[in-house]
């Protein structure tokens, strides 16, 4: 019988995402003897235009030509698969849709910007097409990634796991920065998915992994404010990798409107 086929697909992002596959090292090399990799620029395969069984996707959709490509690959693939927080939310370069910056932004760092051919606004995958998976993170997880090959093979859902960092903390038996060292935690607020890795260092979570489930943003900036820290750097919390998740663009934006130009921690 015929290997499943894959393809790893870049729009406009770092490859940090696509660095997941690569560092699964065995795992990869097993993966390969079950599954035909055919599309992946990363690791030396070419062949944007095949049809695949599984297509995943790294990088948000901010040029024309991104919205032209994304329409072939969903039309090649059997599932559609947006990996890391450029595709699932359109990552740190969707902050030029906050306010209308695209212009400003794009005339202070190019040259010429007048050959520069970009969106107004900057659109995760699922804006586009239909996703048949997203998979959250900054970077995405290599675990998670293989998780979801095994299970979409098999034509089992895959598990969307929304808990938040806070439970992940709590089986890590990592010692809480929001209630001992009044850190700004975005943990409350984010799903799992990196091991509480910034925790367990000591260190405040960023929001790497999106919206958790039912997230209470509102109330954790809140808390936020109660810390001392000023509506700006309440509003940097939210509106940073994920800033265009829902959950985050909202609380996000009334602490940008009523910011006083304070700095960020």
């Given at each position: 019988m015929n290997k499943p086929r894959i393809a790893v697909h870049k729009f406009s992002s770092c490859d940090g995402c696509q660095l997941a596959f690569l560092n699964l090292g065995e795992a990869l090399l097993q993966l390969n003897e079950q599954v035909e990799i055919l599309h992946f620029l990363?690791?030396?395969?070419?062949?944007?235009e095949t049809e695949v069984d599984i297509a995943f996707v790294e990088g948000s959709l901010s040029t024309p030509d991104e919205l032209e490509r994304i329409q072939q690959v969903r039309a090649n693939s059997r599932y559609l698969v947006s990996i890391g927080a450029c595709a699932t939310s359109g990552g740190l370069q969707a902050l030029?849709?906050?306010?209308?910056?695209?212009?400003?932004?794009?005339?202070?760092?190019?040259?010429?910007?007048?050959?520069?051919?970009?969106l107004k606004e900057v659109q995760p995958i699922a804006?586009?097409?239909?996703?048949?998976l997203e998979l959250w993170g900054c970077p995405v997880s290599s675990a998670q990634v293989l998780a979801a090959i095994r299970a979409l093979l098999f034509d089992v859902a895959p598990i969307d796991d929304r808990d938040r960092v806070c439970l992940e903390c709590k089986r890590?038996?990592?010692?809480?920065?929001?209630?001992?060292?009044?850190?700004?935690?975005?943990?409350?607020v984010t799903r799992t998915?990196?091991?509480?890795?910034?925790?367990?260092?000591?260190?405040?979570?960023?929001?790497?992994?999106?919206?958790?489930?039912?997230?209470?943003?509102?109330?954790?900036?809140?808390r936020f404010a109660g810390f001392g820290l000023l509506p700006d750097a309440?509003?940097?919390?939210?509106?940073?990798?994920?800033?265009?998740?829902?959950?985050?663009?909202?609380?996000?934006?009334?602490?940008?409107?009523?910011?006083?130009?304070?700095?960020?921690?």
């Amino acid at each position: 019988m015929n290997k499943p086929r894959i393809a790893v697909h870049k729009f406009s992002s770092c490859d940090g995402c696509q660095l997941a596959f690569l560092n699964l090292g065995e795992a990869l090399l097993q993966l390969n003897e079950q599954v035909e990799i055919l599309h992946f620029l990363e690791a030396g395969m070419s062949d944007a235009e095949t049809e695949v069984d599984i297509a995943f996707v790294e990088g948000s959709l901010s040029t024309p030509d991104e919205l032209e490509r994304i329409q072939q690959v969903r039309a090649n693939s059997r599932y559609l698969v947006s990996i890391g927080a450029c595709a699932t939310s359109g990552g740190l370069q969707a902050l030029r849709n906050l306010e209308g910056q695209h212009d400003s932004w794009r005339d202070a760092i190019y040259a010429r910007p007048e050959f520069i051919q970009t969106l107004k606004e900057v659109q995760p995958i699922a804006a586009a097409v239909q996703v048949d998976l997203e998979l959250w993170g900054c970077p995405v997880s290599s675990a998670q990634v293989l998780a979801a090959i095994r299970a979409l093979l098999f034509d089992v859902a895959p598990i969307d796991d929304r808990d938040r960092v806070c439970l992940e903390c709590k089986r890590q038996q990592a010692v809480c920065v929001l209630v001992t060292g009044a850190a700004p935690c975005m943990g409350p607020v984010t799903r799992t998915g990196c091991g509480a890795l910034c925790p367990r260092f000591g260190r405040a979570c960023y929001g790497c992994y999106g919206p958790s489930e039912t997230p209470q943003t509102d109330t954790l900036a809140q808390r936020f404010a109660g810390f001392g820290l000023l509506p700006d750097a309440i509003a940097r919390r939210f509106l940073l990798i994920n800033s265009q998740a829902p959950a985050f663009l909202h609380t996000g934006k009334v602490f940008y409107h009523s910011g006083t130009g304070g700095q960020d921690d």
